[in-house]
């Protein structure tokens, strides 16, 4: 009777054996699908994120599919190692690619009872496996089928691959929430430094992730992130890679983290985006050309651009003390009855724009920026379109006007929130136009010293159009200078009357400016339109003697293995657009507006002593405030205004370019000034004037008329359509003390 017992049992232990033989067969042979060979794991490669660097080589940001930077075994630290193995697979050194010992406990547990929580005991090779090739789904034999797929694979991949290699692949592949994946994002992500500078409790907290990723996430369950540590601490002890009192010291210590999540709040965001295009262009020519497909988002690029990082943070910097004070006084304006009820037409015209009228009282859920804090919140369709409409934006742009090297990139007061990017946005230019014109005329070989009437006038035929000066003076005559200086529109539109609408229109365009004008009167005072990156161009034409430049954000393109793919070389071809004449005087005059005119508040008001030329701009009803800036090595270029010219300040003590938009330049100019390697190479001197040109500007600003001039005036008004309007009730001539003084 026991002997038939024995025999049955054994009958029975050898159909189970060849049912086993049968199924790894079947799986080996590709019943469940093919398995990789020798070759495909050889070749196989992580996706990897591209990084973006600094002009300084910083991290600002990853373009990627998988957040992932791949390193090598040389860059994980030791203690990191001993982690991992003591905590994973503490004999991986020491057997094959298959824990025999396991197999008898995976058997039982996981196959036959279908336990896929036992884990299951596998390598650290058969790991990998899994995260190279993740798992299909065969149903109830799933966990069976993926399992022999693993240890077979594991196998070849020991008999291919070194123990070290295997290793750095399995933490390079590994996931540690947050869509991150390999120890050397984690290690940014996490604490803000490269592998290699992990300490040993920052090591055990990444390896503890291992287990549950999101549940030992250190940012979001610190304690239970703690109480995993002190698991891998101890499992570190128990196999001897800490002394007894160096773990007890270790378990005792506060998690510190320093995290640094470049998806979404980098110093960069909008830049970022500029960087992307740019190189996905550069990778598809390159690409046209040797048949190679580059890709941004797996092939781990080292992308390095021209952005100084410190004058962006100081630009962010600027932006959040400014704008912040600002937008409380906007808000301020709005709140009272007149106000109120202003913000309130504006939003009603704005949702029947939108077709968005009939669901005004719906209630969603919106992020909210404040600069106080940015937050989800739930809102009504109608409060939310209110509070977007009070929001006050701005566009910031800093270039190198020699190679067109962008140094600093804002787009707006947040990415996640408003990311529309506020230096591409076009608006109107107002006083910030008046150098394109006053270029024309100079190129047209007028002098800064000729003077322009300052007399109140109308266009006959133009239903009265009448420009008038910001302090509405009139009367005597403006040098070409002192006009510009003085931001003065009445000489300013006799300047265009005289040079006429073909030679303006060819300068704007020859500047830059791609959006076509209107030839009307308005042209003259600012009325035409154009982005931030167009107004840095153009002024950088002023800045470099004459030379059309193109932005340009990327300095190099390398491959993860650090061959250079393409390498910015700043083409010696450069398009000549001005004289050298027409730009130095240009570059005077613009000097003496920061000296002495509109400008006069960067050294006055915020102390910036860095030699400066520039112009500020105000559109009408404060709708958009501007301010350019440039020096030979350096412009820089700030607009501020609302979504919609509805919304605005009433006057120019907050609204004006000189209030809103000049302190932008200002405070960032102003920390640049107190890093003196940066000062140093971000300004420049001007070079004196040119010889014949030296006393080009040595005239005053503003002369009363004289007999002659009244005269030539009688006779140049005979020719035109200028019809000199006779001095309005209440409205003085220049202030005696002034009128003496300019004489």
């Given at each position: 009777m026991l002997r038939k017992r024995?025999?049955?049992?054994?009958?029975?232990?050898?159909?189970?054996?060849?049912?086993?033989?049968?199924?790894?067969?079947?799986?080996?042979?590709?019943?469940?699908?093919?398995?990789?060979?020798?070759?495909?794991?050889?070749?196989?490669?992580?996706?990897?994120?591209?990084?973006?660097?600094?002009?300084?080589?910083?991290?600002?940001?990853?373009?990627?599919?998988?957040?992932?930077?791949?390193?090598?075994?040389?860059?994980?630290?030791?203690?990191?190692?001993?982690?991992?193995?003591?905590?994973?697979?503490?004999?991986?050194?020491?057997?094959?690619?298959?824990?025999?010992?396991?197999?008898?406990?995976?058997?039982?547990?996981?196959?036959?009872?279908?336990?896929?929580?036992?884990?299951?005991?596998?390598?650290?090779?058969?790991?990998?496996?899994?995260?190279?090739?993740?798992?299909?789904?065969?149903?109830?034999?799933?966990?069976?089928?993926?399992?022999?797929?693993?240890?077979?694979?594991a196998v070849r991949l020991e008999k291919i691959s070194g123990k070290s290699e295997i290793l750095t692949l399995y933490l390079n592949t590994v996931s540690f929430g947050e869509n991150i994946f390999g120890i050397g994002t984690a290690s940014e992500r996490y604490f803000n430094k490269k592998t290699e500078e992990l300490r040993i409790e920052e090591s055990a907290v990444l390896i503890g992730m291992l287990k549950a990723n999101t549940r030992y996430n250190p940012r979001l369950y610190p304690e239970n992130a703690i109480s995993r540590r002190n698991v891998v601490l101890r499992q570190m002890e128990k196999y001897h890679y800490l002394t007894v009192p160096e773990a007890d010291s270790l378990v005792n210590l506060p998690l510190e983290l320093n995290y640094a999540n470049f998806e979404s709040a980098g110093p960069a965001d909008y830049f970022l985006v500029q960087v992307k295009s740019e190189a996905e262009m550069i990778l598809?020519?390159?690409?046209?050309?040797?048949?190679?497909?580059?890709?941004?988002?797996?092939?781990?690029?080292?992308?390095?651009?021209?952005?100084?990082?410190?004058?962006?943070r100081y630009a962010l910097n600027a932006f959040r003390n400014h704008l912040q004070v600002m937008q409380k006084r906007l808000n301020e304006q709005y709140s009272g009855t007149p106000g109120e009820r202003a913000i309130a037409e504006i939003t009603d015209r704005e949702?029947?724009?939108?077709?968005?009228?009939?669901?005004?009282?719906?209630?969603?859920?919106?992020?909210?920026?404040?600069?106080?804090?940015?937050?989800?919140?739930?809102?009504?369709?109608?409060?939310?379109?209110?509070?977007?409409?009070?929001?006050?934006?701005?566009?910031?742009?800093?270039?190198?006007?020699?190679?067109?090297?962008?140094?600093?990139?804002?787009?707006?007061?947040?990415?996640?929130?408003?990311?529309?990017?506020?230096?591409?946005?076009?608006?109107?230019?107002?006083?910030v136009f008046k150098p394109v014109l006053y270029a024309a005329a100079i190129e047209d070989g007028m002098d800064p010293c000729e003077y322009l009437d300052n007399d109140s006038v109308v266009l006959d035929g133009l239903e009265d159009y009448s420009p008038e000066n910001y302090d509405h003076s009139y009367g005597g005559k403006y040098s070409l200078a002192g006009a510009l200086v003085h931001s003065m529109n009445v000489p300013t539109f006799s300047l265009f009357l005289k040079i006429g609408f073909q030679k303006v229109d060819s300068m704007w365009k020859n500047l830059g400016f791609s959006f076509a004008e209107q030839d009307a009167p308005s042209l003259a005072l600012g009325t035409s339109e154009a982005n931030?990156?167009?107004?840095?161009?153009?002024?950088s034409v002023f800045a470099n003697g004459g030379f059309k430049i193109n932005p340009q954000t990327i300095l190099s393109i390398k491959s993860r293995d650090g061959e250079i793919i393409w390498e910015n070389s700043y083409s010696d071809e450069k398009n000549r657009v001005l004289s050298d004449r027409s730009a130095a005087l240009m570059s005077a005059m613009l000097q003496k507006a920061v000296r002495e005119g509109t400008g006069a508040a960067v050294n006055a008001i915020y102390g910036v002593t860095i030699p400066l030329a520039g112009?500020?701009?105000?559109?009408?009803?404060?709708?958009?405030?501007?301010?350019?800036?440039?020096?030979?090595?350096?412009?820089?270029?700030?607009?501020?205004?609302?979504?919609?010219?509805?919304?605005?300040?009433?006057?120019?003590?907050d609204g004006s370019g000189s209030a809103l938009a000049l302190p932008l330049v200002a405070l960032t100019l102003k920390q640049v000034q107190q890093n003196h390697p940066l000062s140093d190479e971000l300004t420049g001197r001007f070079p004196d004037l040119p010889p014949g040109l030296e006393s080009a500007l040595d005239c005053p600003d503003f002369r009363e008329e004289n007999v002659f001039d009244r005269l030539k005036d009688i006779l140049d008004r005979n020719k035109s359509q200028i019809i000199r309007k006779p001095p309005r009730p209440g409205k003085a001539r220049k202030p005696l003390l002034r009128r003496l003084f300019r004489r």
């Open positions: 024995v025999l049955a049992f054994g009958k029975i232990c050898l159909a189970l054996l060849a049912v086993l033989f049968l199924f790894v067969l079947s799986v080996y042979i590709g019943v469940f699908g093919p398995l990789e060979g020798k070759t495909e794991l050889r070749s196989y490669k992580n996706a990897e994120a591209s990084s973006v660097l600094s002009g300084e080589g910083e991290l600002i940001g990853k373009f990627f599919t998988e957040n992932r930077t791949n390193i090598t075994y040389e860059q994980l630290p030791e203690n990191l190692v001993n982690a991992v193995l003591a905590t994973e697979d503490v004999r991986f050194y020491n057997r094959g690619a298959v824990d025999l010992r396991s197999l008898f406990r995976v058997f039982f547990k996981t196959i036959l009872f279908r336990e896929e929580s036992s884990g299951g005991g596998s390598t650290i090779t058969q790991q990998l496996v899994k995260n190279m090739y993740g798992r299909g789904n065969y149903g109830i034999l799933t966990i069976p089928v993926s399992k022999v797929k693993e240890m077979i694979l598809a020519g390159i690409n046209s050309v040797s048949g190679k497909k580059s890709d941004i988002e797996k092939d781990g690029l080292i992308i390095s651009t021209t952005l100084n990082l410190d004058l962006q949702l029947r724009r939108l077709n968005l009228a009939g669901r005004a009282g719906e209630v969603i859920v919106n992020d909210i920026f404040d600069w106080e804090g940015t937050h989800t919140d739930t809102t009504t369709v109608i409060d939310s379109m209110r509070k977007s409409l009070l929001l006050l934006h701005a566009g910031f742009m800093a270039i190198d006007p020699a190679t067109g090297a962008v140094r600093a990139w804002i787009g707006g007061i947040d990415f996640r929130t408003q990311p529309y990017d506020q230096v591409l946005a076009r608006r109107q230019l107002g006083s931030v990156s167009e107004v840095a161009v153009a002024y112009k500020t701009g105000t559109t009408q009803n404060y709708a958009d405030a501007w301010f350019a800036a440039f020096n030979p090595k350096l412009t820089v270029v700030g607009r501020v205004g609302a979504s919609t010219p509805s919304v605005h300040f009433n006057t120019g003590t």
